[in-house]
C-alpha cells in the first residue's frame, strides 16, 4: 500500500546545532508540504513543492529550508535549531489537481534544547 | 491570503448527543473544504469534504454543509460515541495551498 513516512519520530536537538527531518511518500504525488503543529495555532505551512525542482516558502518558513530532487522525498532542514521550533512536524502529500484529499505523515516531534 | 477561524476550540457533549463545528473563510475563490481529525498522537486524517458546487453532504454519522455567501461551513455529528472524541480540524484550499483552522478538541463523556 502506498505510504507517506516521517523519520526520525522524535528527535531532541541542541540550540544551534542542523537538523533534518526526512519525509518519504510512496502515493508518487507531486504536491507535497510541511507543517508545524503547536497548541492554539493548529497547523501552520512551512514549506511546499508541486514537483522536482519546485520548492515554496510557506507562512513560517524562516529559519527552515526544503529541497526537492525526486517525487518522493522532501526534507525539511532547520538550518540553526531555535527553542522556538519545538514542535510537532507534519509532512504531507496530495494529488493534483489540489482540490483532493491530503495525506499526513505520523509526525516528528522535535524538541531543541 | 486566506483566514480560516474556527470554533469553539474546546467542545464536550454526552454520548448520544450532536456536535456542530463551524468555520468562516475570507477568500471566495476558495472552492474545496475537507475536515480532518487527528486522534492524541496520530496524524490528521480525512473524514469528510465537500466542493464549492454542493451544499451538503453526509457519511452516515458526519454531514458538512456549506454556505458559499456566507463563507462558512460546518460539520455536524450525531449520535456521538466516545470514539469521537478527538482534534477535528476545517481547512480551506485556495491558490494552490491548503489552510487550516486551528482545531476543535471534542470530547465525548460516556
Known amino acids: 500500500d502506498a505510504e507517506i513516512t516521517q523519520s526520525p519520530r522524535h528527535k531532541i536537538t541542541e540550540t544551534g546545532r542542523q537538523v533534518t527531518l526526512a519525509c518519504h511518500q510512496t502515493?508518487?504525488?507531486?504536491?507535497m508540504f510541511w507543517y508545524r503543529q503547536d497548541l492554539g495555532h493548529g497547523l501552520r505551512l512551512i514549506h511546499y513543492?508541486?514537483?522536482?525542482?519546485?520548492?515554496n516558502k510557506g507562512e513560517v518558513s524562516d529559519g527552515y529550508s526544503v529541497s526537492r530532487s525526486n517525487t518522493e522525498d522532501l526534507p525539511l532542514t532547520l538550518e540553526s535549531a531555535a527553542s522556538s521550533q519545538t514542535s510537532v512536524y507534519f509532512c504531507?502529500?496530495?494529488?493534483?489537481?489540489?482540490?483532493?484529499?491530503?495525506?499526513f505523515g505520523q509526525g516528528t516531534r522535535l524538541t531543541v534544547v | 491570503g486566506e483566514n480560516v477561524e474556527q470554533h469553539p476550540s474546546t467542545l464536550s457533549v454526552q454520548e448520544g448527543d450532536s456536535a456542530v463545528i463551524k468555520c468562516t473563510y475570507s477568500?471566495?475563490?476558495?472552492?474545496?473544504f475537507p475536515w480532518y481529525k487527528q486522534e492524541l498522537g496520530k496524524r490528521p486524517q480525512l473524514i469528510i469534504d465537500i466542493r464549492s458546487n454542493v451544499g451538503e453532504k453526509k457519511d452516515q454519522r458526519i454531514a458538512v454543509t456549506l454556505n458559499k455567501t456566507a463563507k462558512h461551513f460546518s460539520l455536524h455529528i450525531t449520535e456521538t460515541q466516545p470514539e469521537d472524541s478527538a482534534v477535528y480540524f476545517c481547512?480551506?484550499?485556495?491558490?494552490?495551498?491548503?489552510?487550516f483552522g486551528t482545531g476543535t478538541s471534542l470530547t465525548v463523556i460516556p
Open positions: 502515493w508518487n504525488h507531486n504536491n
Open positions: 481547512a480551506t484550499e485556495t491558490g494552490n495551498q491548503f489552510y
Open positions: 513543492s508541486y514537483g522536482v525542482q519546485d520548492t
Open positions: 504531507a502529500s496530495s494529488a493534483r489537481p489540489l482540490n483532493t484529499e491530503a495525506f
Open positions: 477568500d471566495s475563490a476558495s472552492n474545496y
